[in-house]
């Protein structure tokens, strides 16, 4: 294969509208702006494959990308990881883009003084931090304030608002396309006690991340990790892609040398090391470029929800629906099957904030 080499990426004007840098602040082999003429090919068939299979939506330049790195360039598993997401974009509580314009996590600050998991500024690589405090989770409380699958629905709810309008936002400020999250997972207080009942919730938010939000993890701290921790990792890591191992870093007590070199001080919460102390709160001020008005626009979602308020969208079709093969244009995705080779963006084997 021709070797990468830095250049504009190739777009489809049908579906590529980017108001955002599109070159990807990572130098690396099939990444935006990095990509071989052999990959750009790729991109070009999977779309096409797509698009005769009845497809209309999340067909972009970016998009396609990912599902390829994420399967390593080979087409088929792609098409099959991309029609297994769509699938269950459709049936996913109601439609994911539905959720994503109408849910309301009125439960959040209870649920946060057991599980808080937000998003909080920036790293030095200009990424959103996404912070995981799974050390303090306990789903019988949680259970008697919420709902596993209003838990999920928040964490895809978050995930869509990381696609847009953070990491457009966090692109807009540092000149180049970011696609990924950095992530920080507070093991403190974890015991293995603990495993059994949360697994099952943890299981469900791994698989989303992994099978559905692909390419999303930057790098992933985990911090406080309880004893013995390392050793379990170290036998784990051997299962793992090679490039996902390299992204996460498994830290002690004394992580926070290690965590300020990653993330600039006054962005992290001071409970971490950092002097960060946002009005009511970190975890609930969402702090970052996507509140930031230089370099904040307003998701697709919102204007497509407040388009078919007005009546300017025709019927208002959820675009999750429409998005869907037709008859004789090659059927019914399959269900959902793929097993992400990286640990996911979510609370879980990995993290919440999608590789």
């Not at 999977?46 to 396609?64: F, V």
């Not at 008697?144 to 966090?170: F, G, H």
């Not at 102390?277 to 407040?306: I, L, R």
Request: glycine content about 10%; proline content about 6%.
């Amino acid at each position: 294969m021709a070797k990468a080499t830095t250049h504009e990426v190739p777009l489809e004007p049908k579906y590529d509208d980017y108001d955002f840098p599109t070159i990807s602040a990572t130098v690396q082999n099939g990444h935006p702006g990095h990509t071989t003429p052999e990959q750009d090919a790729k991109v070009y068939q999977l779309r096409t494959m797509l698009e005769q299979a009845g497809y209309k939506d999340r067909l972009d330049t970016l998009t396609m990308l990912r599902f390829l790195r994420a399967r390593k360039f080979d087409v088929e598993l792609s098409k099959k990881m991309f029609t297994d997401c769509e699938k269950w974009r459709r049936e996913f509580q109601g439609g994911v883009d539905d959720l994503v314009q109408n849910f309301d996590y009125k439960e959040r600050p209870k649920v946060f003084e057991y599980y808080p998991q937000y998003y909080h500024n920036i790293d030095k690589d200009g990424r959103p931090v996404y912070i995981e405090q799974l050390g303090k989770i306990d789903l019988t409380a949680l259970y008697k304030i919420t709902t596993s699958d209003r838990m999920l629905s928040n964490l895809v709810v978050e995930y869509e608002k990381v696609a847009d309008p953070r990491l457009p936002a966090c692109s807009r400020k540092s000149g180049a396309l970011l696609e990924t999250c950095c992530t920080i997972m507070d093991l403190k207080g974890a015991g293995v006690s603990q495993a059994p009942s949360i697994y099952g919730y943890l299981q469900q938010a791994s698989g989303i991340s992994q099978n559905y939000y692909p390419e999303r993890l930057g790098k992933l701290y985990i911090i406080n990790a309880p004893w013995g921790f390392s050793t379990v990792f170290s036998v784990v890591k051997r299962f793992l892609d090679p490039v996902t191992v390299n992204k996460i870093h498994v830290l002690g007590g004394g992580y926070q040398k290690e965590l300020l070199a990653q993330v600039p001080k006054e962005n992290l919460p001071k409970m971490f090391g950092g002097s960060c102390e946002c009005a009511g709160g970190c975890m609930f001020s969402d702090q970052g470029p996507w509140k930031d008005p230089k370099f904040a626009k307003k998701p697709a979602w919102e204007k497509k929800k407040e388009q078919e308020k007005s009546g300017q969208a025709g019927e208002g079709k959820d675009s999750a629906l429409e998005n869907k093969p037709q008859e004789g244009q090659g059927g019914i995705p399959a269900a959902a099957a793929p097993t992400g080779e990286e640990m996911g963006a979510g609370a879980t084997a990995g993290s919440t904030a999608a590789q």
